[in-house]
């Protein structure tokens, strides 16, 4: 029941906070709405809270505390409080995104092992909306991104599902999947058509074959970096087999490469965050407290970034993106923040634990960036 707060300039964790007994979680899906400072939690049997504020939130759960800490719905046997915020079973596993933006600003959920529906929690209404349905019964230990490039027109506002353990409509039986799928997200959309990832997806791909993870798997840890690369960490695939391996997928080419670099575990899986400002992926085993960052250019070649942003900077005569394209947001690239080189002294050493003194932030800009789990 406790939550845990990451100080990343400081490599220290405190506690969060701590719900309440009767709110029970086993597996859930969590994201965060960093601009207003608000935590979505959704739990495998309809348990779904929100917390506010929570840069300032500590100690023991309130429950008169409204404002700040919001538990919606507390189990699946409140049928009340599951038909008025239009909740569905969700099964362990789903996946959680908020998409920033001053437009856009939602909170999504995908899938969940009892559960094939793409849902969006509408702030104003306070109920989940059904967007779409994936091509699956239930779909379990998948990841979910998004990526907003202004200058490779089809990535302007796309969400991407990567693998999982999945059952088709026909089987009964769940196994692990490597499609990738992706969909077009606009403000207050209706809904949201998922289709497989293919050549179209990019104005400098060729041809239209149809794009796959490296291999069937699942419970991998899953970042974008530049809005140019997904890069996927770890994972299990069938008969329990574990991988270390790295892989980063060029969204100008949607060509798969495997990084030199390897995860420093073969684990049951990874949950991954990377820091925009330093470009530090941090890395959570799921079956350990063990912890492990790692910058990206450890990952991914200067030289390959470097030839990425040029192909943009060689089409950036193209008008840029207008509001009703990516849901009206104008000011959204002045608030991104700015990628920040590490000087060579200030590296990040290669998958160093959390318990390094080494770890340096440069300017100290990120003292208060903390992340959650």
Same mark, same amino acid.
């Given at each position: 029941?406790?939550?845990?707060?990451?100080? $990343?300039?400081? &490599?220290?964790?405190?506690?969060?906070?701590?719900?309440?007994?009767?709110?029970?979680?086993?597996?859930?899906?969590?994201?965060?709405?960093?601009?207003?400072?608000?935590?979505?939690?959704?739990?495998?049997?309809?348990?779904?809270?929100?917390?506010?504020?929570?840069?300032?939130?500590?100690?023991?759960? &309130?429950?008169?505390?409204? !404002?700040?800490?919001?538990?919606?719905?507390?189990?699946?046997? &409140?049928?009340?409080?599951?038909?008025?915020?239009?909740?569905?079973?969700?099964?362990?596993?789903?996946?959680?995104?908020?998409?920033?933006?001053?437009?856009?600003?939602?909170?999504?959920?995908?899938?969940?092992?009892?559960?094939?529906?793409?849902?969006?929690?509408?702030?104003?209404?306070?109920?989940?909306?059904?967007?779409?349905?994936?091509?699956?019964?239930?779909?379990?230990?998948?990841?979910?991104?998004? $990526?907003?490039?202004?200058?490779?027109?089809?990535?302007?506002?796309?969400?991407?599902?990567?693998?999982?353990?999945?059952?088709?409509?026909?089987?009964?039986?769940?196994?692990?999947?490597?499609?990738?799928?992706?969909?077009?997200?606009?403000?207050?959309?209706?809904?949201?058509?998922?289709?497989?990832?293919?050549?179209?997806?990019?104005?400098?791909?060729?041809?239209?074959?149809?794009?796959?993870?490296?291999? !069937?798997?699942?419970?991998?840890?899953?970042? $974008?970096?530049?809005?140019?690369?997904?890069?996927?960490?770890?994972?299990?695939?069938?008969?329990?087999?574990?991988?270390?391996?790295?892989?980063?997928?060029?969204?100008?080419?949607?060509?798969?490469?495997?990084?030199?670099?390897?995860?420093?575990?073969?684990?049951?899986?990874?949950?991954?965050?990377?820091?925009?400002?330093? &470009?530090?992926?941090?890395?959570?085993?799921?079956?350990?407290?063990?912890?492990?960052?790692?910058?990206?250019?450890?990952?991914?070649?200067?030289?390959?970034?470097?030839?990425?942003?040029?192909?943009?900077?060689?089409?950036?005569?193209?008008?840029?993106?207008?509001?009703?394209?990516?849901?009206?947001?104008?000011?959204?690239?002045?608030?991104?923040?700015?990628?920040?080189?590490?000087?060579?002294?200030?590296?990040?050493?290669?998958?160093?634990?959390?318990?390094?003194?080494?770890?340096?932030?440069?300017?100290?800009?990120?003292?208060?960036?903390?992340?959650?789990?």
């Amino acid at each position: 029941r406790q939550c845990w707060r990451y100080n $990343v300039a400081g &490599n220290t964790f405190t506690p969060f906070i701590q719900f309440p007994e009767y709110f029970r979680l086993q597996s859930y899906a969590m994201c965060c709405n960093a601009y207003q400072q608000h935590l979505f939690v959704c739990g495998e049997s309809l348990q779904f809270a929100v917390l506010k504020n929570i840069h300032h939130l500590d100690g023991q759960w &309130n429950d008169d505390d409204d !404002e700040n800490a919001q538990i919606l719905c507390d189990s699946k046997y &409140n049928k009340e409080m599951q038909s008025k915020y239009g909740l569905q079973v969700l099964g362990h596993d789903a996946s959680a995104v908020f998409i920033g933006g001053d437009e856009i600003a939602e909170m999504h959920v995908i899938g969940g092992k009892l559960n094939n529906c793409h849902l969006r929690w509408d702030e104003r209404a306070l109920r989940m909306q059904q967007l779409g349905q994936l091509p699956f019964s239930g779909i379990a230990g998948h990841a979910v991104v998004y $990526v907003r490039n202004e200058w490779n027109k089809p990535l302007r506002s796309k969400l991407f599902l990567l693998g999982g353990y999945i059952q088709n409509p026909s089987q009964k039986a769940f196994v692990f999947s490597d499609t990738i799928l992706c969909c077009d997200v606009r403000a207050e959309s209706d809904g949201c058509a998922w289709s497989a990832l293919n050549g179209d997806c990019s104005l400098y791909s060729n041809g239209e074959s149809i794009i796959k993870l490296p291999m !069937e798997m699942a419970y991998f840890g899953a970042v $974008v970096y530049e809005n140019i690369f997904i890069i996927i960490f770890g994972g299990r695939g069938e008969h329990n087999r574990k991988f270390d391996d790295i892989y980063y997928l060029n969204l100008n080419t949607l060509q798969w490469t495997k990084s030199a670099l390897k995860c420093p575990n073969k684990t049951r899986g990874y949950f991954a965050v990377i820091t925009d400002a330093t &470009n530090v992926v941090h890395l959570f085993q799921r079956d350990s407290d063990q912890h492990f960052v790692v910058n990206v250019a450890d990952i991914i070649p200067a030289a390959e970034v470097s030839a990425a942003q040029q192909q943009y900077q060689s089409t950036s005569v193209e008008i840029a993106p207008s509001k009703q394209e990516i849901g009206g947001d104008d000011e959204l690239t002045e608030k991104v923040p700015k990628t920040k080189k590490i000087e060579k002294n200030e590296h990040v050493p290669i998958f160093s634990d959390d318990e390094a003194d080494d770890h340096k932030d440069g300017d100290g800009d990120d003292d208060d960036q903390e992340t959650y789990a």
